[in-house]
């Protein structure tokens, strides 16, 4: 195979997960790698072993006015960005009506407001390059719903169409844009990283008893190995023409084939009323 360029790669919420295994898998092919981190010294794992190649900066997803001033000194780090990962991000397991704003307006802060905004910042710069690849991480609950999600899926939902949009608007510009929705990964999404909630209403019982019980039942038996992660989105950045969406796992291509299935059966059922609100000829 034929070596390939060396690019600058963008990493938010890189300290550990899926972030971490993205920038190590950056780092060992040979690219240069900015990330951010939440541990207030900006230090991460991998920079004592990438002191050339790699730039590690404190940043929270929420703080979105120092997005901008970010964005210029890590493009001046290295010269250019190339490829945008927006991984930063958490989950809220709750029945919708328990769920309050103070959970979830943060949660949308992070997973859906910081994207945009980083995405934001760094367009310019891809179309001064005209070529990039912007990468937002969604989930299997970003392209249907889920029980105990509801709040996550809106977020990931959001995600998931605005995505879709950049897509089109900038691929005249050689920039590309791939929502990855993964799906069951062991790394701390169903442990640490998830905010969960649960009322006494017997209505939803079922719902609660699963959100009480997902931790324990969930974290570390997900079929997917968070090591694979960063090489496979390295294969993607490869590619000659990257896919707009890429679902990882058996588990998550096999949900959304069933959903896909399910909304087309739905919408053939119902066509005789869809169409019903044409004009008259």
């Excluded at 997803?61 to 000194?73: K, L």
């Excluded at 929705?181 to 719902?207: C, H, I, K």
């Excluded at 707009?244 to 796992?249: E, I, N, Q, W």
Aim: aromatic share 8%; charged share 25%.
């Amino acid at each position: 195979m034929k070596d390939l360029p060396r690019r600058t790669w963008l990493i938010t919420g890189a300290d550990k997960g899926l972030g971490f295994s993205t920038a190590k898998a950056a780092l060992e092919q040979g690219d240069n790698v900015i990330v951010t981190v939440l541990a207030p010294d900006g230090g991460h794992g991998l920079a004592a072993q990438y002191p050339d190649r790699l730039r590690s900066f404190h940043l929270d997803a929420r703080d979105q006015t120092r997005f901008g001033s970010f964005v210029e000194e890590a493009e001046k780090a290295f010269g250019r960005i190339d490829v945008l990962v927006n991984n930063a991000g958490f989950g809220v397991m709750a029945v919708a009506e328990a769920t309050t704003p103070e959970k979830y307006r943060p949660l949308f802060e992070v997973n859906f407001f910081g994207l945009v905004e980083m995405t934001r910042a760094v367009l310019p710069i891809m179309r001064r390059q005209r070529s990039g690849h912007i990468i937002n991480l969604s989930s299997k609950a970003g392209f249907m719903g889920v029980t105990g999600f509801s709040l996550y899926c809106a977020s990931k939902f959001a995600v998931e169409g605005f995505s879709e949009a950049v897509a089109a608007e900038t691929r005249h510009l050689g920039i590309h844009v791939t929502i990855v929705e993964p799906g069951g990964f062991r790394s701390d999404f169903a442990g640490p990283s998830l905010v969960t909630a649960v009322n006494d209403d017997g209505d939803y019982a079922s719902t609660n008893q699963r959100i009480s019980k997902y931790a324990s039942e969930r974290h570390g038996k997900q079929e997917s190995d968070p090591a694979k992660f960063g090489p496979t989105l390295c294969k993607l950045v490869n590619a000659e023409k990257p896919p707009l969406r890429l679902p990882l796992g058996k588990d998550c291509i096999d949900a959304l084939r069933d959903n896909i299935r399910s909304v087309a059966a739905e919408f053939d059922h119902w066509e005789e009323l869809s169409l019903s609100t044409m004009v008259d000829a």
